[in-house]
């Protein structure tokens, strides 16, 4: 198959530091490319790949200097997508909705995954207003506040098998929490539990722009001997920090699409206690590759259970449910339907009986036809 796939240019594929996104495009681009597609991947020119890169602005938009709008630079994106669009079979966007208007005629042969969270306003229009055009979500929780919409599967995240090695015998004595700093991310949270437990906690981070005022308000004045910050880390670190780490703590407050850094720590046989937000209750095997608890005093009781877990059972889990090969799988599986689907749409239109939408459920641990 010949599959474009176009990624969102504030970060390269995959991303230097922080970027759940491009990350996603990444693992999966490659996965593509191993099964013995062809592959255009349009991205920053920074980005790195073993499919064609089609660069699209000359670095990352977040660490340019001199970007202070990305409109122009997707604008420029989306006319070389529309250009070249004849050459592909599948169009496969990560941009959010951006491509929608000019896109619409080739709705059949696009997909959409939807990565941010879908209960802000004018979510529910946008998708009613573009409803022939083909959604994906990353979990069925991801769902919810935009129900009618046109999701043509679910496809939980997948990362490669060896990106990230297990520690089955951690010696770093602390819990971890890593992602980005914002008040929904639940860092106060994680330094309550720690330091109810008597545990040290490491905080590996982002910290946007926009919550500057908060992380030194609200995060920084909790820092101490026992709460370290230590910034952002690239995936070469995450293997030993979160590996070395005795638990992921995961106490968010928003509702979650899919949670990444989850299966990270699963792929190191890290366990996780987390708060039932969002996807995470579809991601945690509640006992086996973690707890799933409501409040922080359930997190304060859970946590001795969630460090005595088996952590080759943790791994294990990660190994059934969430590699990178299958997601790509999954997404190969879906991008052959909608060409069989949009190669029957004459006949559809022409009153044969055929289903008009038929929905497959991609879950991360089976594959069925809904």
Not at 320 to 341: G, H, I, N, Q
Request: charged share 25%; glycine share 8%; proline share 7%.
């Amino acid at each position: 198959m010949k599959i474009a796939q176009i990624a969102p240019l504030a970060e390269s594929v995959p991303p230097r530091l922080y970027g759940g996104t491009e990350r996603i495009v990444s693992f999966l681009t490659e996965e593509l490319v191993r099964a013995g597609h062809d592959v255009t991947l349009f991205a920053s020119a920074d980005s790195i790949t073993g499919a064609e890169l089609v660069s699209c602005a000359p670095t990352a938009l977040r660490l340019g200097a001199t970007v202070r709008d990305p409109i122009p630079y997707l604008m420029l994106m989306l006319d070389r997508v529309r250009r070249s669009a004849d050459e592909f079979d599948i169009l496969h966007f990560h941009i959010d909705a951006l491509h929608f208007p000019l896109f619409r005629p080739l709705a059949g042969r696009t997909l959409t995954t939807l990565h941010g969270r879908q209960d802000l306003p004018g979510c529910k229009p946008l998708y009613l207003g573009f409803s022939d055009m083909p959604l994906v979500s990353v979990s069925d929780a991801q769902r919810k506040p935009i129900t009618t919409a046109n999701f043509a599967a679910t496809v939980h995240h997948g990362i490669p098998a060896d990106l990230l090695r297990p520690t089955y015998d951690p010696r770093g004595g602390y819990l971890a929490f890593i992602g980005r700093i914002s008040p929904e991310k639940g860092p106060e949270h994680a330094v309550a539990i720690a330091r109810a437990v008597g545990i040290p906690l490491k905080i590996a981070a982002k910290v946007d722009r926009a919550d500057e005022t908060y992380f030194h308000d609200r995060v920084t004045p909790l820092l101490g001997t026992d709460v370290e910050f230590i910034g952002e880390i690239n995936d070469r670190q995450k293997s030993d920090f979160l590996g070395e780490a005795r638990a992921l703590l995961f106490p968010i407050d928003w509702p979650e699409p899919f949670g990444l850094v989850m299966i990270e720590a699963m792929a190191c046989g890290t366990p996780v206690l987390a708060f039932r937000h969002g996807a995470v209750p579809e991601v945690l095997d509640h006992g086996v590759t973690g707890f799933i608890v409501e409040t922080l005093d359930q997190a304060i009781a859970a946590l001795p259970r969630v460090i005595a877990l088996d952590r080759r059972g943790v791994r294990r889990r990660f190994e059934e449910r969430f590699t990178a090969a299958r997601m790509a799988k999954d997404y190969v599986s879906l991008y052959r339907a909608r060409l069989e689907r949009s190669k029957r749409t004459t006949e559809e239109r022409s009153g044969d009986g055929l289903p008009l939408h038929r929905e497959y459920v991609f879950n991360g641990s089976s594959t069925h036809a809904a």
